[in-house]
């Protein structure tokens, strides 16, 4: 029997992964860096959607799983992709009326993240209903996420 994921539930997967990015930097004496400019509703929109562009299109190279040890691997491999793209979405900077939104975006973004683990873990068990289980869990997260990220107005980080 093999496991047939839509493309959907990869994509939901993609989201998933990063460590909580700080907006506390400091130089290379410790001292704490100025805070960078809020960005535009504009280039907010613009930088976020590049970046989910280029991991998405990183995730897409990786083989469409069709059983369930593909299907951790599979896992395993988005996790390495897309936890650097979600820390560079944390490391944006909205402008001041959308920073709640957008905070609360990025926390849907750890929720896929704990999610996707969950998922993983699932696959490594061999179980394929509680891999669909929680998958399906997971999909309500990021149906969240979604539309947070059209209220923001993304285009690709919210598909």
Known sequence: MTLRLPLLALS??????AGCGSSDKTTGDGA???A????TKTELVAKADAICKDMQAKIDKIQEPETIKELESAISEQIKLSGPAIEELESLTPPEDLAAEYKSWTAKLQELQQGTEKVREAAASGSQDQVQKVIAEVDSVNT???EIGKKLGFKVCAK
Do not use: Q
Not at 12 to 17: T, V, W
Not at 36 to 39: G, H, K, Q
């Open 36 to 39: 960078p400019a809020p960005l």
């Open 12 to 17: 939901i997967l993609a989201l998933a992964l």
């Open 32 to 34: 704490s860096a100025a």
């Open 144 to 146: 969240k996420a979604d």
